[in-house]
């Protein structure tokens, strides 16, 4: 079950430089106050989503994990907590400014690609194959195409029942031209995607025949689900009751990138072989 | 320029009323519900659900499908301690998804123990993992505290009621489309009858009577009575075509006098012509589970109220799809849902019906219906009212571009709105194109979120820089 008493497994999702402004004191009324809440301005913002990204020279309130002084230039590693007038943010740990942070400091750095960058590359690390290639063909999964399909009466003769969430699998057969991570010795890969827009799934890449890119894929293991919860993916164990053996899943937007698409994959395969 | 209001000027100078419409006549709030922190945002923030502390009406809690900001593995809740004049997102909802938040989630308070329960499928499952929530401060940082926790659940929907007396019991009804069901009786309510203690238990009401394709569909509402009569609607599906998605369900509405305590709940009103449990208001109603009004899908919407001052008399809407129309009807029952009048209103084009009944024994009913065609086509969001339910006043709370944004998922506005009465006052919720233009919301609205009413253009949050149109939930207070 998550919890937030785990903090020492939280990571940062809003790291900025800010100054400390006022202390026992917040930008937002339904902030409950205590020592270390302080008013910060925001100097800098290093890494995070598109939308709090266009924060710097802002004000915003931040539960400090610490003791610190007004006028103190921080960078702070947090996470989400109120967004209404202003931004309440918890702060997992604030570091004084070093030398050693002049590279993240630099300007000209986009801190959502930064943000985009970081997630990429937890990405790889936690896939169990990276590939490049082509997609060849698409096809309906066997299982699926085994249904019985067509009009029932209230008989209860249903094979499967249907929601609005149905992921509609697919699979998608694509020929590898290179295997970057993981063991693949077949010259083709079977990916299983669902085709729907529904909430659950319309973030999971469609493919399509000709596609050509870079593949970050899951393994699913029918027989023996795993429970471990993929940072920004599904856990793909979730669909392996349905799945062949050795087939592989994608459900993350980041799990293909295009070859025409530079950066992301590319910078981390490129970073590995030099 | 950010102008904050449009519409109507207000009818008093409280700051509590601003955005009401028209000094004679109900007093209307509407409030863009996006705070202006994230005025960057571009989410579809639809099918959303809203809650109101009956103990405490200022406090509100509200949701949709957005998710959280800093893309953490908490999924926000909207919450008001103001009476929904102002909006912030608190992010307590387990099983955050990082682009679109929780799947799908419904919210209601007890009547006064000021506990937030939640039913919601997790956004980090694809399974469709049903949780059952509570948080005994809504506006805390703590995440919601999971009571149930099973798989391939559709649709929990949660409704409270609270026993009489200090002491009493909050009983939990939590209607779901389980499909884990072999039998084919999908159609269940998840009941706690103590849902406040340590470690409440829930029990599985399968309230199907009749066979079914293979399952019901998704909407199973129940509605709950201070007096202690439980009603439930669901869509009881009598036959289904896998490949075009097309089919055919009865609406059946369950009753029980004692709030589902005895041995056999939901069990008290029988059908008089085939004599099983729950009385079918329509029969072979048509959906299709593939089909689209605009771009939102259908797939059949049901609702149902009870009056706050008589639990005699019941509500309920439901759709038909007549292919080129998908229409919506109204009917009420006055003895206890033994038998149902004729159409009370039918609407065409109308989906994600709402029902609520006020302690003056006034009745609301909010929808959204798709009109015009072309450019011109837009999702209009009405509010009708009615003393009789013969005589209706209708309040046209937004009308805007129905192609516009593109849909970046399904549901487009959602599969449901919202609506419910605490007192007087009724409190909805819908999703809609955000375009700050006076002329889409003709009952008048406040945003928070940064906006120029001059070039009908939202800002970020640097209140200069221009920002897409997107789905955003609207919160609707309506004083008759």
């Keep these: ?274 | 320029m950010s102008a904050k209001k449009a519409g109507p000027k207000k009818s008093t100078k409280t700051k509590k009323q601003k955005g009401s419409s028209k000094a004679s006549g109900p007093k209307v709030l509407l409030v863009n519900m996006i705070p202006k922190s994230l005025s960057r945002e571009t989410n579809q923030d639809s099918e959303p659900t809203i809650a109101v502390n009956p103990a405490n009406p200022l406090q509100i809690a509200a949701s949709a499908f957005t998710p959280d900001p800093q893309k953490g593995p908490m999924a926000p809740i909207y919450i008001s301690n103001d009476g929904g004049n102002t909006w912030t997102l608190n992010s307590i909802v387990p099983g955050n998804d990082r682009l679109t938040g929780t799947g799908d989630i419904t919210l209601m308070f007890s009547r006064r123990s000021n506990v937030l329960y939640a039913g919601i499928l997790r956004g980090d499952s694809n399974e469709m993992r049903m949780n059952i929530l509570r948080t005994k401060n809504f506006a805390g940082g703590s995440p919601m505290e999971v009571l149930v926790n099973r798989k391939n659940v559709d649709q929990p929907y949660v409704q409270v009621t609270t026993e009489a007396g200090n002491n009493g019991k909050d009983r939990v009804y939590v209607g779901n489309n389980d499909l884990a069901v072999a039998s084919g009786s999908t159609a269940t309510i998840d009941q706690s009858l103590n849902a406040a203690s340590a470690s409440p238990s829930f029990k599985k009401i399968r309230i199907e009577s009749r066979q079914t394709p293979g399952q019901d569909g998704p909407p199973v509402r129940p509605s709950i009575h201070a007096d202690g009569t439980a009603y439930a609607i669901y869509h009881s599906w009598r036959s289904f075509n896998d490949q075009s998605g097309e089919g055919t369900a009865d609406i059946v509405v369950l009753r029980d006098d004692h709030g589902g305590t005895g041995t056999k709940p939901f069990t008290d009103l029988i059908d008089p012509s085939d004599n099983k449990v729950g009385v079918r208001a329509a029969q072979n109603t048509r959906f299709n589970f593939n089909g689209f009004l605009g771009l939102q899908r259908t797939g059949g919407d049901v609702a149902l109220a009870v009056d706050a001052t008589n639990s005699d008399v019941v509500y309920v809407a439901y759709n038909d799809d007549h292919g080129a129309d998908y229409m919506l009807h109204l009917l009420r029952s006055t003895d206890r849902g033994k038998t149902w009048s004729a159409e009370l209103r039918t609407i065409r084009n109308a989906l994600n019906p709402a029902l609520a009944i006020n302690n003056a024994a006034k009745v609301a009913f909010l929808y959204q219906q798709l009109t015009g065609t072309g450019a011109a086509q837009r999702w209009v969001t009405k509010l009708e009212l009615s003393a009789n339910g013969t005589t209706w006043m209708t309040l046209t709370l937004a009308r805007t571009p129905a192609d516009t944004p593109p849909a970046k998922f399904d549901p487009y506005l959602g599969d449901y709105a919202h609506l419910l009465s605490v007192g007087k006052d009724f409190y909805g919720i819908f999703s809609a194109n955000n375009t700050p233009k006076k002329e889409n919301f003709p009952s008048g609205v406040i945003y928070q979120r940064n906006a120029n009413w001059t070039t009908n253009t939202l800002l970020d949050v640097d209140n200069a820089t221009p920002v897409h149109v997107s789905i955003d939930p609207f919160f609707l207070k309506v004083t008759p």
């Design chain 1, 1 to 274: 079950m998550p919890t937030r008493k785990t903090a020492q497994i939280e990571k940062p999702t809003f790291i900025f430089k800010g100054t400390v402004k006022k202390l026992k004191s917040a930008t937002m009324k339904e902030v409950p106050v205590d020592k270390n809440t302080a008013i910060v301005t925001v100097d800098q913002v290093i890494e995070a989503p598109a939308d709090l990204a266009n924060y710097d020279g802002q004000d915003l309130t931040v539960q400090l994990s610490g003791s610190h002084k007004v006028g103190e230039t921080l960078i702070l590693n947090t996470v989400s907590w109120l967004y209404g007038e202003s931004i309440a943010v918890r702060s997992l740990s604030e570091e004084p400014i070093k030398a050693s942070h002049s590279a993240v400091l630099a300007a000209g750095v986009d801190p959502a690609a930064r943000r985009r960058q970081r997630e990429q590359r937890e990405h790889f690390d936690e896939a169990d194959l990276v590939v490049s290639g082509k997609v060849i063909s698409v096809r309906l999964p066997g299982d699926e195409q085994s249904l019985v399909k067509g009009a029932v009466a209230a008989s209860g003769a249903r094979h499967k029942p249907v929601s609005e969430h149905d992921p509609k699998w697919r699979e998608a057969v694509v020929e590898v031209d290179d295997v970057h991570k993981g063991d693949h010795k077949k010259k083709q890969v079977v990916i299983r995607f669902p085709a729907s827009n529904d909430v659950m799934w319309y973030n999971a890449p469609k493919f399509h025949p000709g596609q050509q890119g870079h593949f970050m894929l899951t393994r699913t293991k029918p027989d023996k689900p795993t429970k471990t919860k993929k940072v920004g993916q599904k856990a793909a164990a979730e669909v392996a009751g349905a799945t062949p053996t050795d087939t592989y899943v994608a459900l993350d937007p980041l799990d293909f990138q295009p070859y025409s698409e530079p950066g992301g994959i590319k910078t981390i395969i490129d970073a590995k072989s030099s």
